[in-house]
């Protein structure tokens, strides 16, 4: 199996709203968009993000989803090529209704903030000067800076 992920997908509890958050509020373009079924991004170059309805998704993967208080068991990382823009996006996060935590610089180097979507799953929006931030932006030069 080749080292590489194609699609993440998140089950969502009220799909228009989670639409109207990335459509309208942090201005994606969905590559698929079904009515009360799913809504898909291209996130990378070989990455789609793909929101399922919540009843959706249960019923294609087999089970049910665990819901409760608390913080997801994961973020999802939007990496930029400067702390500034950092700053402008968790803006834009906010404008569009996300609960945004201020960013901070890190003790590992870089500057990084959070929100959350309309379900609680956190972004991450980070800077992140190394060589494994690099590799992540498009664009940028991966190798070492000296």
């Known amino acids: 199996m080749e080292q590489r992920i194609s699609f ?3 089950a969502v ?3 228009e709203a989670s639409r109207r958050f990335y459509v309208e509020g942090l201005r994606w373009h969905p590559e698929l968009d079904v009515p009360g079924e799913v809504v898909m991004f291209a996130a990378g170059e070989r990455l789609v993000l793909s929101l399922w309805d919540r009843a959706q998704f249960e019923a294609e993967v087999g089970g ?3 819901e409760g208080p608390g913080l997801l068991p994961f973020t999802l990382a939007h990496n930029v090529e400067t702390p500034a823009l950092v700053d402008e996006v968790l803006s834009l996060a906010g404008e569009a209704g996300a609960e945004v935590g201020a960013a901070t610089d890190r ?3 870089g500057y990084t903030g959070y929100f ?3 379900d609680g799953v956190r972004w991450e929006v980070a800077w992140n000067p190394g060589p494994i931030g690099r590799r992540v932006v498009p664009g940028t030069d991966p190798t070492p800076r000296r």
Do not use: N
Request: glycine share 6%.
């Open 13 to 15: 509890a009220d799909l």
């Open 8 to 10: 993440v997908t998140l």
């Open 107 to 109: 003790e590992w180097g």
């Open 64 to 66: 049910r989803t665990v």
């Open 116 to 118: 959350a979507d309309p």
